[in-house]
C-alpha cells in the first residue's frame, strides 16, 4: 500500500480526472514552488473509477482557483491547517480565463499582436463553452497553452 505523509498546512486536490495531474501541476505554476508536493496517479476511486491526487505544501492563496476550476470545475479543494481539513472548496467555472487558452484563429489579434493577452469569456456554461474576447472563436481541447 502506498503512503503519503500528512500535510501540516497546504491543500489536497481530490477528485482530479484520471491523467490530469500532471497538466494542472504545470498550469498551477507548482514546478516553480519550493514546496513539498505529491502527485498520486490512477488511484483507484469508488466513485471514478481512477482519479489523480495533488497534495501541496503551501500557503493555500497562492492557488489560482480559475485556472484549477475551468481545468475541471469537478475538483475537490481541501484546505489544511494543522494537520487537519478545515474547509472543503467548490469551484465554479470563471467568468474569463487568461493566459491558459490560446486562440486558434489566425486572422485573431490575439495571433498578430504577440504582447496581447490571451483572454477567453464563458459564453455557454451549461455547455462549458469558452469563446475569444477579440474574435469570438471557440475554444477547443487542444488550444491549452503549455507552460
Known sequence: MLNIGK????????????????????HLGLD??????????NAKSKLMGK????????DIDSL????????D??????????????????????????GVIKC?????ISSIEQELPQIFYLADEKNEIYRCKYCDEKYSEGDVVSH
Open 7 to 26: 500535510l501540516e498546512e497546504g491543500f489536497v486536490l481530490d477528485h482530479i480526472q484520471a491523467g490530469k495531474s500532471m497538466q494542472i501541476y504545470k
Open 32 to 41: 516553480k514552488l519550493d514546496s513539498t508536493v505529491a502527485i498520486i496517479k
Open 51 to 58: 482519479k489523480d491526487i495533488l497534495k501541496i505544501e503551501c
Open 64 to 71: 489560482d482557483l480559475d485556472v484549477l476550476a475551468f481545468i
Open 73 to 98: 470545475h469537478n475538483i475537490t479543494v481541501n484546505v489544511i491547517k494543522d494537520g487537519q481539513i478545515i474547509e472543503k472548496r467548490s469551484l465554479v467555472l470563471p467568468k474569463q480565463i487568461e
Open 104 to 108: 486558434h484563429n489566425p486572422r485573431c
